[in-house]
């Protein structure tokens, strides 16, 4: 069975950067997308970025406005979320999930993944 683990999280002052990893293990697939979700508080889950395994395509929510970064690094099967500039609202507890595909990658929603991580809390101070 797949099993993700997110690490890297961790509290920092507003204006401060941090890289999340989510590191895959168990699948035999090649052709697979990971993406990264927040969820804050009493809000809903929000889809930030995906890479995809084979075309290495990447695809990011408008509302990062680009301070967030994900990219993959296949022969260890992590992929990575960068943030920069971060601010007091991107406090949330952040997962990865995966998901085989078998066509064209896109950013996903949360309910088209099936195996999820167990999430790492990022908390942004100002």
């Known amino acids: 069975e797949v099993q993700l683990v997110e690490s890297g999280g961790g509290s920092v002052q507003a204006g401060e950067s941090l890289r999340l990893s989510c590191a895959a293990s168990?699948?035999?697939?090649?052709?697979?997308?990971i993406g990264w979700f927040r969820q804050a508080p009493g809000k809903e889950r929000e889809a930030l970025a995906c890479?995809?395994?084979?075309?290495?395509?990447?695809y990011y929510a408008d509302s990062l406005k680009g301070r967030f970064t994900i990219s993959s690094d296949n022969a260890k099967n992590t992929v990575y979320l960068e943030m920069s500039s971060l601010k007091p609202e991107d406090t949330a507890v952040y997962y990865c999930a995966f998901v085989e595909i078998r066509g064209s990658n896109y950013l996903r929603t949360e309910y088209e993944y099936d195996y999820w991580g167990q999430g790492t809390q990022v908390t942004v101070s100002s």
């Open positions: 168990g699948f035999t697939f090649d052709d697979y997308v």
């Open positions: 890479a995809g395994s084979r075309d290495g395509s990447t």
